[in-house]
């Protein structure tokens, strides 16, 4: 006797006192569709497997389940990390091309380690007020805001007896407070300190 599997179409040839008395239910070896009880079956007859199965395939939902651990992982990490990952140049590259097809918008990138000093000074100008003047660019792949500088003044012992940080508010002018500096761009800043009662043996800044 033969039996035909609706699903995948595949002959077999089959007892037909297992089919017709067995309690037990029968799934096909090749695709795991149940094969249901036949009745009144005939010499050299296919059957007709009428009962629908609800038995998931055990590779789609490995598949599925898959998909849903990564989709979880995915979430949990840029929730937590979407800090740190918006600020290294190498993932950011990653999250621009993904924020640019769903329409998001990244926090701005700040890395002052891409910032090269190529020119700074600290001057006397004999009028009541000292000169500091730093030349830099942005060595980065990415557009950046103006850094705020931070300024220590030293004393003949090269102590620290004069610090301060300067905002972008402060030293910087409207019309270019609101522009970034580009990659390979070179900008150059000067601003007026009031001279100190004490007298200046050096100086010192960082960009932060």
């Known amino acids: 006797m033969l039996t035909q599997?609706?699903?995948?179409?595949?002959?077999?040839?089959?007892e037909i006192r297992?089919?017709?008395?067995?309690?037990?239910?029968?799934?096909?070896?090749?695709?795991?569709?149940?094969?249901?009880?036949?009745?009144?079956?005939?010499?050299?007859?296919?059957?007709?497997?009428?009962?629908?199965?609800?038995?998931?395939?055990?590779?789609?939902?490995?598949?599925l389940g898959?998909?849903?651990?990564?989709?979880?992982?995915?979430?949990q990490v840029y929730f937590f990390e979407k800090?740190?990952?918006?600020?290294?140049?190498?993932?950011?590259?990653?999250?621009?091309?993904?924020?640019?097809?769903?329409?998001?918008?990244?926090?701005d990138y700040k890395n002052t380690d891409d910032f090269e000093i190529m020119y700074h000074d600290f001057k006397d100008?004999?009028?009541?007020?000292?000169l500091f003047q730093v030349v830099f660019s942005n060595q980065g792949?990415?557009?950046?805001?103006?850094?705020?500088?931070k300024l220590n003044l030293l004393s003949f012992k090269d102590e620290i007896f004069a610090q301060r940080t300067f905002s972008v508010i402060e030293y910087l002018e409207t019309e270019r407070r609101n522009k970034l500096i580009t990659?390979?761009?070179?900008?150059?800043i000067s601003f007026k300190i009031a001279m100190p009662k004490q007298k200046v043996g050096g100086y010192t800044f960082e960009l932060i």
């Not at 918006?86 to 918008?105: D, E, F, G, M, P």
Request: charge should be positive.
């Open 141 to 149: 792949q990415f557009n950046q805001n103006y850094p705020d500088i």
């Open 18 to 63: 297992v089919l017709c008395y067995s309690n037990q239910q029968r799934l096909c070896p090749h695709c795991e569709e149940m094969l249901g009880k036949l009745k009144h079956l005939g010499k050299n007859f296919i059957a007709s497997n009428k009962q629908q199965s609800y038995r998931k395939p055990r590779k789609l939902r490995w598949q």
């Open 5 to 14: 599997c609706q699903q995948c179409k595949k002959t077999y040839s089959t």
């Open 125 to 130: 100008t004999g009028k009541q007020y000292y």
């Open 83 to 107: 800090d740190q990952l918006s600020q290294n140049a190498n993932t950011r590259v990653w999250l621009q091309k993904i924020c640019l097809s769903l329409n998001c918008h990244l926090d």
């Open 183 to 188: 990659p390979s761009k070179t900008v150059e």
């Open 66 to 75: 898959v998909i849903f651990c990564l989709s979880l992982l995915l979430i």
